[in-house]
């Protein structure tokens, strides 16, 4: 079983502190991708990575950076956090099936307040 | 830009009751559209949908996809309490450099 295991379940930060968010994944899959989800919202990209040291930016990526050193760790960071990224963080490593499609395997999830 | 929308955006039901959930997309090289339901915590995986005209299905569940209308529809028969949860449906496009599109959702409460 794919196992996407996210380093915290809940963090308190203080506005203009440094966030990391960390996420590792035991597959050996190729992509990676960091959302947000908010009420009536949904789930939105921030950033994603196809490869290690390679990123692309989701919809929404100001005010994130992301990392991939290793191909089991993606890293999401937040340079100077601020109240309006208080939000639930999803991270997810995606193989790809028998048809070609991409099947993305979730983590539980890390629910960052931003004081 | 991808879009993908989700309808209605919340429903209420009694058990017992059948519901169709619709998705809808608009997207630059479409790959796969992808259902998950999500309760308290991620989102966990339900279908994957790739060709047009065939069902996928699962118990109570199932889901087809139309790919000239661009839309699927998920499908919950005889529904139980435990089916309350958010529906999410989402499009795997691009090319080689691929990403998802979610839709809002849809919340769907089960009364007993």
């Known amino acids: 079983d794919v196992k996407v295991t996210q380093s915290s379940r809940y963090l308190v930060k203080r506005t203009g502190e440094k966030v990391f968010l960390e996420c590792v994944q035991d597959?050996?899959?190729?992509?990676m991708f960091w959302y947000r989800q908010d009420p009536g919202l949904g789930l939105r990209l921030i950033y994603f990575s196809y490869d290690v040291k390679m990123k692309e930016k989701g919809d929404i990526p100001e005010g994130y950076s992301v990392s991939r050193e290793k191909k089991e760790r993606f890293s999401l960071i937040l340079e100077s956090a601020s109240t309006n990224q208080t939000s639930m963080y999803l991270c997810?490593?995606?193989?790809?099936?028998?048809?070609?499609?991409?099947?993305?395997?979730f983590g539980n999830g890390t629910r960052l307040t931003v004081t | 830009e991808d879009k993908v929308v989700q309808s209605p955006l919340s429903l209420v039901v009694h058990e017992g009751d059948t519901v169709t959930l619709n998705c809808s997309y608009e997207v630059t090289n479409f790959r796969s559209l992808l259902w998950y339901k999500q309760e308290k915590k991620a989102p966990t995986f339900l279908f994957m949908l790739?060709?047009?005209?065939i069902e996928k299905k699962s118990g109570r569940l199932s889901s087809i996809l139309d790919k000239k209308e661009l839309f699927s529809i998920l499908n919950i028969t005889a529904t139980q309490t435990g089916d309350s949860a958010i529906y999410l449906c989402a499009v795997e496009s691009g090319g080689s450099n691929y990403k998802l599109t979610f839709g809002k959702g849809t919340l769907l409460t089960v009364n007993p």
């Open positions: 790739t060709s047009s005209g």
């Open positions: 597959m050996d899959h190729e992509n």
């Open positions: 997810a490593s995606s193989s790809l099936t028998q048809t070609g499609g991409l099947l993305s395997h």
